[in-house]
């Protein structure tokens, strides 16, 4: 029996309730006084349930459903401005011991390489990332207790968040690994994890079990209810997510909800973020083989629905999907995208990369993180790198109740021009520093208070000094570096001359004392 604050799985995300909601979505779908009723209650901004959310997304009044659109981009803007917060995935190791049909690092699949990248790996991958220009990362990695412990995610972060390379760090490290204990969450905590995200793949129970024949992840119940366990262990941030694709979306769409509605209910704040992959081809898998695809208008609608659905929840697309699909739903109510992505383990560093294909999936978007920034400013949006919420303990319900007051705008925004900025002088190609620059001063003025106009201009100004600075720094290090080594060569070469000159004397004498004294013996 549906209950929103039980504990089990079965309870919570209940399959009767699932279906009654279908039904009754398909019975209103053309229901234009109930429609329009449902979105009169959207448009106060509080969020719907999942029953009224799968009405306006069965709608077929083509009317109805331009208002949804636009509804869900007002809400977008309202709750997070034109932000667009960046970040990649990081593949530790793809070492997996369960039986998932659906992705490549199956354990039965003998064709992919397996690779687990060591602690000086990771470090040269995350001096790539940080050359990039990427401070906030998506850590990802198979589920196997002997290749992939929790000491070696904890050893990892810790190696991730030590790297200082020129004017980079990685900021922020969300983690994408399997359902644990409570006791390994805790432990997550402390090495200081920003987001603990974890997709359901699918909330339909007997798909799930059938989609996972082997492996821990097979146990449905445990699977379903890690968000609680995170939560108990101390995470303020979850990530709640399924693979469209596995099961039919109106039954994926209300299960996203009633859990979205379990931890508002159980925990007092919902899920920081959610996401929307869809299935895409991979080593040993076809798509095809799936047939419950999503094409791109009901992808986007799906979109647009949820962002009416839980207004203050940040939404991720990656790049599974390609650049016309993600500016289509950037409008319908996404705030954070990858860039410059890449799904293989150590697929970053050039040196240690290699043609084998250990990718977890195939990337439509294909495009470097500086092609991705220069299109999202010419398309209106003001990209961020922004993790000042997280350093400043801005998590979990202090951060849902800045987001539900609309002040969002007043910590964030100013710190994405910043963050832009600091990307611009230290990253960015020359055209995306012109049309970056230009934007920059366009959002400046948008900025209310005059107060926080100012001290973001001044710092704005700081960034470009310290840039400078960095830059002279360098190249100060660069010039006395090289002259050191001058100094030794000179030194190395006068050495020798000396020796060889020393030699030279030292045998002439020996020469001159065996010359005098035949002579003298003569």
């Known amino acids: 029996m549906y209950n929103v604050k039980s504990l089990k799985a079965e309870e919570f995300i209940d399959d009767g309730e699932i279906l009654s909601t279908i039904e009754y979505a398909e019975q209103n779908k053309n ?25 306006l997304l069965a709608c077929e009044d083509e009317e109805i459903n331009q208002k949804i659109y636009k509804l869900a981009e007002q809400i977008k803007k309202d709750f997070y401005g034109n932000r667009i917060v960046l970040f990649a995935p990081l593949y530790l ?47 990802e990695t198979g589920e196997d207790p002997v290749n992939n412990p929790i000491e070696y995610i904890l050893e990892s972060l810790k190696t991730i968040y030590s ?21 390994n969450y805790r432990k997550l905590k402390e090495a200081g994890i920003g987001t603990y995200i974890l997709f359901q793949e699918t909330y339909n129970k007997e798909r799930y079990e059938r989609l996972h024949p082997t492996g821990p992840k097979h146990n ?33 769409f209300a299960g996203l909800l009633m859990h979205a509605e379990h931890l508002e209910a159980v925990n007092g704040v919902g899920p920081h973020t959610i996401s929307v992959p869809r299935i895409r081809k991979a080593n040993d898998i076809d798509p095809s083989a799936f047939k419950n695809g999503i094409n791109d208008d009901t992808f986007c609608k799906i979109v647009a629905c949820i962002r009416i659905a839980v207004p203050y929840t940040g939404m991720i697309v990656s790049t599974r999907e390609s650049k016309e699909v993600r500016e289509r739903v950037l409008h319908l109510g996404i705030s954070q995208i990858s860039g410059g992505s890449k799904t293989s383990v150590g697929g970053y560093d050039e040196n240690d990369y290699t043609e084998e294909d250990s990718s977890q999936f195939d990337v439509t978007d294909t495009r470097t993180l500086d092609e991705v920034m220069k299109w999202l400013i010419e398309i209106g949006y003001l990209p961020s790198f922004c993790t000042a919420c997280y350093r400043e303990g801005r998590t979990g319900e202090r951060f849902m109740d800045i987001c539900k007051s609309k002040q969002i705008q007043n910590f964030c925004h100013p710190n994405a021009i910043m963050t832009l900025k600091e990307y611009l002088e230290d990253y960015a190609s020359p055209e995306t520093k012109t049309v970056g620059d230009k934007l920059i001063q366009k959002e400046l003025e948008t900025l209310e208070s005059e107060n926080v106009k100012k001290q973001t201009k001044e710092n704005t100004h700081m ?39 020393h030699g030279f004397c030292k045998n002439y004498s020996i020469s001159w004392h065996h010359s005098n004294s035949s002579s003298f013996n003569l």
């Open 93 to 139: 190791s793809n070492y997996c011991i369960n039986g998932c049909v659906y992705c490549p690092y199956h354990a039965k699949n003998k064709d992919i390489p397996r690779k687990k990248m060591t602690q000086e790996e990771i470090e040269r991958e995350v001096i790539a990332l940080q050359d990039m220009g990427h401070k906030r990362l998506a850590i």
């Open 163 to 183: 790297v200082k390379h020129k004017n980079g760090a990685i900021r922020r490290a969300n983690v994408n690994i399997a359902a644990t204990t409570v006791e």
């Open 463 to 501: 960034k470009i000094l310290i840039s400078k600075r960095g830059l002279i720094l360098t190249s100060f290090l660069y010039l006395l570096i090289f002259s050191l080594f001058v100094c030794v060569c000179f030194s190395l070469f006068f050495s020798f001359c000396l020796l060889i000159f």
């Open 220 to 252: 449905y119940a445990y699977h379903t209810e890690a968000m609680d366990r995170a939560m108990k262990g101390g995470i303020d941030d979850v990530g709640l997510g399924v693979l469209f694709g596995l099961s039919t979306y109106k039954y994926e």
């Open 31 to 55: 229901n234009k006084e109930l429609l329009e009723k449902i979105l009169k209650k959207a448009e106060e901004r509080k969020g719907l349930s999942h029953r009224d959310a799968s009405v």
